[in-house]
Every structure is written in C-alpha cells, then in structure tokens.
C-alpha cells in the first residue's frame, strides 16, 4: 500500500509530501532486495517498525540504517532490503529546502544516507517511538506534520535560486548557465557556490540526475515503452546518451537494472519527478 499526502499549507513552501509504504511479506519467504536508483529530491525518512539494510554501490558499504535518516544528495544506486512488516514514511523536501532547514551545505551530506538524531537531536527519535505507537496512517502524518511547524521558525529564507532548479526538476528549463544566473539573479559564480550549497552538485550534473530520474521512473511504471522512447521523451541527445547516464548512476545498464527491478515487486519510490 503507497498513500500520499499534500503537506499542511503552512507547510507547503518547504516540503513537497509525505508519503507513507506498508508492505506485510510472506516471512517463509527471502527479503525482498530492492534497487532505488538516486532521485533528486532530499528527503527524511522514517522506519518505525522492521529496519532497513543498505548496500551502497559507490563504494560497497552494507550497513543497517537507523529507524530515521536523512537522505541527501545521491549520485549512485543503492539497494535495499527491506523487512518482512515494513512500514516507510518519506517526507520529500523541495528543492534547497533540506539545506534551509538543517543550515548545512548538501555537498557536506553527498553520497550516503545520515542518522536523522544526529542532525535533529533525540527529539526526532521521540517521533518514531510515536510512530511506532500509532495504528492510524493519518494520525502518523499528523505527528510528522507537528514536529515539522515546530522547524518553520529555524528555516533559511528562500532564494531565488531555488525556483530555478524547481524549473529544471519540472523539465522546463533546459538553459545554460549565464541563462540560469540570470533567472536566479546572480552571478555565474554566485550561481554554482549556491547551487552546491543548495543540491549538493554542480548544475550540469543535477540536470543529468533529473533527465536520468525521470526516465528511470517512466520505465518503471510503463514496461511496453521503448528505451528509445524513453530517450526521445526525456531530452537525451540519442539513446546511447541516455545509457551512460544509466552507468554512471545505477552502475549498470537499463536493462540490467530493468531486470534486477523485476527481482522484486516491491516498489519504494513511491513518487514521480513533478
């Protein structure tokens, strides 16, 4: 079961949504090991009840993750196995939003995920204990919501840098560099110091990181459409283009991630590049 969520109005200028996974696996049955290709969005996610294990592919790590962490910008596949009574709520961050709230420059949080009580303090360990207590999947997203007002008052004030890549993750600006610092009204070098601030990579990657996202996504929900298609629709030069994106993100091929996806019928993205 996927069920998401629009935020709280007054929560609107900085989170995108909230998204709750429950899945209850057949426990005679192996764990389930599921690719997440990496997105570009940041999110806080939280596991209140079976943990997670992660294997990163950047560098080989294998590790239990804490039941809350804070994902950042990722530029490698991880894979996940994931509990037999596996419950998984996303809050997604818009673009710089997680950099608004925490005051920490992404490129500080590049490439693996960060055990949220660290950052946050024993309060965010608080809310999964709740979490965990709690029966009514509104009610969960309640407490998030809660404990998320409590932070608008700490939030960074918004440039107008952060509209810009909002633009590029909506596919609708595909401008150069002296075209992005003039929409952000900077500098081209004020543009690339705050666009690392705020994503964690340099503009051209990040819009790599985009175009990737979203043909991973639209293969995932459509297994009919040609990768040729897939290319064509997500602005890639030709298709070979495309592949390299695929190697140097998920490590392999489309089809092989195609085929380890189809390992599992699990799916814990949950969401679609909007």
């Not at 961050?93 to 925490?102: N, V």
């Not at 420059?105 to 949220?116: K, N, S, Y």
């Not at 809660?146 to 890549?165: A, D, G, H, M």
């Not at 666009?195 to 297994?223: C, D, H, Q």
Request: glycine letters at 4%; hydrophobic letters at 40%.
């Amino acid at each position: 079961m996927i069920l998401q969520s629009d935020p709280h109005p007054a929560l609107q200028h900085f989170i995108k949504r909230i998204t709750l996974i429950r899945y209850q696996l057949d426990t005679s049955r192996p764990r389930p090991v599921n690719p997440f290709p990496p997105q570009p969005e940041n999110c806080l996610f939280f596991y209140p009840y079976d943990k997670v294990t992660c294997r990163n592919y950047a560098d080989g790590r294998i590790e239990e993750l804490p039941r809350s962490i804070l994902v950042g910008p990722q530029l490698s596949r991880v894979d996940l196995t994931i509990g037999y009574n596996m419950l998984v709520i996303m809050v997604s961050f818009h673009p710089g939003a997680m950099h608004r709230l925490l005051h920490i420059p992404m490129d500080e949080m590049l490439g693996r995920p960060f055990d949220a009580t660290l950052i946050l303090g024993r309060e965010i360990e608080q809310i999964t204990e709740r979490l965990n207590e709690e029966t009514e999947f509104n009610a969960m997203i309640n407490i998030i919501q809660q404990y998320l007002f409590q932070k608008t008052s700490v939030l960074k004030n918004r440039l107008p840098i952060e509209k810009v890549i909002t633009q590029m993750i909506q596919h609708k600006n595909y401008l150069n560099v002296d075209q992005l610092a003039k929409q952000a009204c900077v500098s081209i070098r004020q543009l690339e110091r705050q666009f690392k601030e705020r994503t964690g990579m340099p503009p051209k990657v990040f819009l790599r990181l985009v175009r990737f996202s979203k043909a991973w996504i639209m293969r995932e929900k459509n297994n009919e459409i040609s990768w040729a298609k897939i290319a064509h629709a997500c602005d890639y030069a030709d298709q070979m283009h495309m592949i390299r994106d695929f190697k140097d993100f998920a490590g392999v091929s489309p089809g092989v991630l195609q085929t380890d996806l189809g390992k599992s019928s699990l799916r814990l993205q949950g969401t679609t590049i909007d």
